[in-house]
């Protein structure tokens, strides 16, 4: 199935539990989507494919072609919520994914299994104001991997990067923002640094509201309780350095 999509919002509402979709390549545009509904909530936020998937999803290839620079609060670049199983993807960032506040290169939040894939390219840049003290929540696939909820198999080497407002979070994680406690977690990888500009200041790791460095990530951000193996953050430039949890 090959399908051309050139506005927001989702493709579909919900995929049913007994649906299957099988071999999608699906091109996005994002043009400006931050007039839509003026985000009452995050349902009102854009999401590529659908807003609640229930069924299975397997060999899908997904390109972010273009992506307008003005505000965009909540984003799930796939999808919002995923409760069945999506197998064999490809993500590629053909354009940066601009966004102001809660970001996330694949989904919102996963209670069920997402596998064997990669994302590549541009990533993920935040622009835009948002109200102090507040935070920018950025993950390259996953903002929360519920309970039950497993991610295996995948890679992602595409960039995230934060332009710092004072008296605000900058939090990012490479793949997933929070894992909660009886999540599964096994052989991730990734290979950029987080990189935060605060003025003319470049840090490499996610910066608190007093500007302080957080060291967390840069895989996952929160994830004490997730049952994590074999995930790895690779990188190779300035110098290489290797980190497995």
Known sequence: MNYYKKYTPYL?????????LKNLVYDYYIKNANERANY??????????FLYNNGNIDNLMFHLQNCTKNDKKYIGL?????????NK?????DSKLYGSQYINGFCTKSYGTIQNGYIYGQGIETRGSITEFGSRNISGMIGTLMTGGSLRNVYNVSPI???????TDSIAANMIYTAETGSNISNIYSTQE??????????KKSLDK????VNKGPNIYKGAGANSKFSYFICVSPVFCFISS
């Not at 009452?40 to 494919?49: A, P, R, T, V």
């Not at 993807?89 to 960032?93: D, E, H, P, S």
């Not at 007093?210 to 460095?213: D, G, R």
């Open 194 to 203: 987080i990189k935060v500009n605060e003025g003319s200041t470049l840090h």
């Open 78 to 86: 796939v999808g919002y919520e995923n409760k069945g199983v999506i």
């Open 210 to 213: 007093n500007q302080k460095e």
């Open 161 to 167: 990067i934060i332009n710092h407002i004072t008296n």
């Open 89 to 93: 993807f490809i993500i590629k960032f």
């Open 12 to 20: 579909f509402y919900q995929i049913a539990e007994n649906a299957s």
């Open 40 to 49: 009452i909530n995050e349902l009102d936020g854009i999401y590529g494919l």
